[in-house]
């Protein structure tokens, strides 16, 4: 690929190289000169071999099998989504969300007991289950009885049960933090930036929202300990003037990780498009201006992650999976996530669901109460829908050189393109994901030696002083 | 890459007007497969039709809705990408086999023993 005027190259196991037009030209007409210094780049990063052994081939083959081994675990991650109730009214919500007071849009024990088998026919070792809403604090009841079942089944297989609870903290009482603690469940909450950024984005009676969210993050934190509970910040319009604030926000508080995201085209986002929605350039030039800033963050020695860009560097730098869905060949959706909902409908992932809500149920598998494992997790639906998401195999991506950084979202080309396989040349997922990889590259192959080393520390996800004897100068 | 105001010399322009761009491919340079690659590419800027004239040579029809300035522009950008492609599609052909070796091996070792088992009723792996 063209990489400002010069040529990157990757291979089948997403290493790279830069290389300059002229080396580019000798090398495919196969003129290069063993003498170049190059040459030697070549072969460590295996794009040429001169050797007839086969070791190339093997360590290549291990190292393609290591990218492709979250396939083995198939789904790990199940979201409960134990009600739709809700206080707020965020601008971008995905949820189709309904009053406090409308407990029919609660899960009842008896689909909560039947998506639990379901989580447990799952061959993965390790499985987290997540709970979500509307806000799912207003049906603790059905989160304590998942967490103790699980947890019963999951000792008696010998297998490993994480938790999540997705909650805007609102309605945390003494008894759900004491539970919290004891189940070592992890606390996941909305953080959208300072105050004025937050409460635009998130309404709720009172106009509290912010300041709900940070003590309820306080008290999470005392009852918990302090890294039992993370943030997710969603850009909207009014997010974009602010990227700075916005990243200083999540430093004020004592975050070292950051996912500057941005909008979905889903649910009441569709609705509230024109008042929150934006072009790509603007949003990218939000994450650049973000990213900068954090860069400089950590420059000062304060270790802070931008949780994208730390995805990205994972698949770029090793050959590890990076466990985002959305970054991965086949895409996760359905098989390395499925959704629970409230009513028992089980769903491929959390978009699907608001596909559903807003009427279109092509993404539905089917239902805890009328279908087996083998009719949800391995009927055609699925099936087709993991054959359309194989980026190998889907045109545009599989000619392009960053297809071992990237994936695929089947259900946003569906929403946007009108298919699950999209058209590559007017998907902004392919025009998001391309740029913000290029500018990584540009910042790591850049005259900065601090940037490299702060990347390489992301991907380990610790401090740079602790990657090297003594701190960069 | 450099941005050409104009059709780049060298290439066969058969109509440059109001109506559109029409340029003249030789088949001896560029196959079916890139050229319809380097079509899908620009299909997100254009409106384009392909037609062969003889057993030789294939037209590219484009048609934009900015005016052909921007056309004559993007004919430049899909010179170089014609030639991407072709080198893509050169390297793929030399380098196929060894790519299919590494992933058949990759899957021929994996060692699926720390998997749970799939239960006796799971569906056949082919449908």
């Known amino acids: 690929m063209d990489f400002d005027g010069r040529r990157i190259l990757v291979n089948e196991v997403g290493e790279h190289l830069v290389l300059d037009n002229e080396v580019f030209d000798e090398l495919v007409e196969h003129r290069l000169s063993p003498h170049n210094p190059e040459f030697q780049s070549l072969k460590a990063k295996h794009f040429i071999a001169d050797s007839t052994t086969t070791t190339a081939t093997r360590l290549l083959a291990t190292k393609y099998r290591t990218k492709k081994s979250f396939l083995g675990g198939f789904t790990g991650l199940h979201i409960f989504v134990v009600t739709l109730r809700c206080d707020h009214s965020c601008h971008y919500c995905q949820v189709s969300r309904v009053s406090q007071n409308r407990l029919k849009y609660d899960m009842s024990r008896e689909s909560a007991e039947r998506a639990l088998e379901l989580v447990f026919r799952s061959p993965a070792e390790s499985i987290k289950i997540e709970f979500q809403g509307g806000e799912p604090l207003l049906n603790f009841d059905s989160i304590r009885f998942v967490v103790g079942e699980a947890r019963k089944q999951a000792d008696a297989e010998g297998r490993e049960v994480t938790f999540v609870i997705a909650t805007n903290l609102v309605f945390l009482t003494e008894e759900i933090l004491d539970f919290l603690r004891d189940n070592d469940v992890l606390v996941s909450t909305s953080l959208d930036g300072p105050a004025h950024v937050h409460n635009s984005n998130r309404p709720r009676p009172g106009n509290d929202s912010y300041e709900l969210a940070i003590r309820g993050i306080e008290r999470v934190r005392q009852a918990l300990g302090f890294e039992r509970v993370s943030a997710i910040m969603t850009t909207s319009r009014s997010s974009l003037e602010y990227p700075e604030a916005i990243v200083d926000e999540y430093v004020a508080q004592g975050f070292d990780h950051i996912f500057v995201r941005h909008i979905s085209p889903y649910g009441f986002a569709v609705r509230t498009r024109k008042r929150t929605g934006y072009e790509l350039p603007a949003f990218l030039d939000f994450y650049k201006r973000a990213l900068a800033h954090i860069l400089e963050i950590n420059r000062t020695g304060r270790f802070l992650v931008e949780a994208y860009a730390q995805t990205l560097l994972t698949k770029i730098l090793t050959p590890f999976p990076a466990g985002y869905v959305d970054l991965q060949s086949p895409a996760g959706a359905g098989i390395g996530v499925a959704v629970y909902n409230y009513d028992g409908d089980v769903y491929v992932s959390d978009e699907a669901r608001m596909l559903a809500e807003m009427g279109d149920t092509s993404f539905r598998l089917g239902n805890v109460h009328t279908h087996t494992y083998e009719e949800l997790f391995g009927g055609p639906q699925l099936r087709s829908l993991v054959e359309a998401s194989v980026i190998e195999s889907l045109p545009g991506c599989a000619d392009c050189a960053f297809q071992p950084y990237c994936g695929c979202d089947p259900l946003e080309n569906y929403v946007t393109q009108g298919t699950v396989v999209g058209h590559r040349p007017t998907s902004e997922f392919h025009f998001r994901n391309l740029e913000i990889i290029k500018h990584l590259l540009r910042l790591y192959h850049g005259d900065d030696p601090f940037i490299k080393q702060l990347f390489w520390s992301w991907v380990q996800n610790r401090p740079v002083s602790e990657l090297i004897p003594s701190p960069p100068r | ?127």
Do not use: W
Request: a negative charge.
């Open chain 2, 1 to 127: 890459m450099k941005r050409h105001k104009t059709v780049p010399p060298g290439f066969d322009v058969l109509e440059d007007s109001d109506r559109g761009l029409r340029l003249k491919l030789a088949r001896s340079l560029y196959s079916d497969e890139v050229i319809f690659k380097t079509c899908y590419v620009f299909t997100g800027r254009c409106t384009i039709l392909l037609d062969r004239i003889d057993a030789e040579h294939v037209v590219v029809n484009f048609n934009g809705s900015d005016g052909n300035s921007d056309l004559r522009c993007l004919a430049g950008e899909f010179a170089n990408e014609l030639i991407d492609q072709r080198v893509r599609a050169d390297i793929a052909r030399e380098t196929g086999s060894i790519r299919e070796l590494i992933v058949s091996q990759a899957f021929a070792e994996a060692d699926f023993s720390h998997v749970r088992q799939a239960s006796e009723s799971d569906p056949p792996a082919s449908s």
